[in-house]
């Protein structure tokens, strides 16, 4: 009977859930529209609202002060919220294309070392050869940039033959960003392959110019791209054509 007059709760939460997660994706509504929707999904405390909540790291809305400002809040809202918050942050994470916010939220909960130890396990999840998650690849690649720790470059030497011409630009970036000694076995085969984009290969020879490595046996073996970009001195390193 109480179901007959009241309806089930637990698609009545659900309908609240789809309603408040509509209000949260409007980019251009009044920012009072989408906070009223974040406090109302934060009151619910459970696994469903919070996902719905993160929904809204996933868009930039109009308004640049508004947009970081809501997104500052929920960060501080979902680290309050401990361990509860562990589990639809991780799931975010491995699933979207922007996940700075996110990140930042779980690394607050969970600590460096664990953050970083999951990061490298979402990496790890991708094949060099899948085109179709490029976007996100290229997220969790700039992630590690960021902690730049040379121990973590042999995770992404993969990726700097991926499919993607944008993934494998931004592993050498990151790989530069990290300065590890390594670098130069993977970044030479760049420069001298014929599959490489003229973009990645001038891309593999900024990093190495700029890490200092010593390049001496690239001294006729370099296409005439990168040649005229740069000149190997009398000490094997990389400068840069006048």
């Known amino acids: 009977m109480v179901l007959g007059l009241f309806g089930d ?3 009545r939460k659900e309908k609240q859930i789809q309603k408040h997660l509509k209000n949260l994706k409007q980019p251009y509504a009044q920012p009072e529209i989408r906070r009223e929707s974040m406090e109302a999904l934060l009151k619910m405390e459970d696994i469903d609202s919070l996902k719905a909540l993160l929904e809204r790291f996933s868009y ?3 308004g640049n002060i508004s947009d970081e400002s809501e997104k500052k809040d929920l960060i501080a809202e979902l680290v309050k919220k ?8 991780k799931e975010y994470i491995a699933k979207s294309e922007k996940i700075v916010h996110a990140s930042e939220a779980l690394k607050q909960i969970i600590g460096d070392s664990a953050f970083r130890e999951f990061i ?13 998650s490029a976007a996100r690849k290229i997220q969790i690649i700039s992630l590690i940039a960021e902690m730049k720790e040379p121990e973590l470059a042999k995770y992404l030497y993969p990726f700097s033959r991926d ?3 944008d993934v494998r630009f931004i592993t050498i970036e990151a790989i530069e960003k990290i300065a590890d000694k390594e670098a130069k076995s993977f970044l030479l085969p ?3 392959s014929d599959e490489a984009s003229i973009r990645v290969q001038l891309r593999a020879a900024q990093a190495l110019f700029q890490l200092k490595l010593d390049v001496r046996e690239l ?4 296409s005439e791209i990168v040649a005229k970009e740069f000149v190997i001195d009398s000490k094997g390193k990389f400068q840069k054509r006048v």
């Open 163 to 165: 499919f993607h011409d």
């Open 60 to 62: 930039n809305c109009d």
């Open 120 to 132: 490298i396990q979402v990496l790890q999840k991708f094949d060099p050869d899948d085109h179709a």
């Open 190 to 192: 760049i420069i001298t």
């Open 9 to 11: 709760p637990v698609k």
């Open 219 to 222: 001294k006729n073996n370099m």
């Open 82 to 89: 401990g361990d509860k918050s562990i589990i639809p942050l």
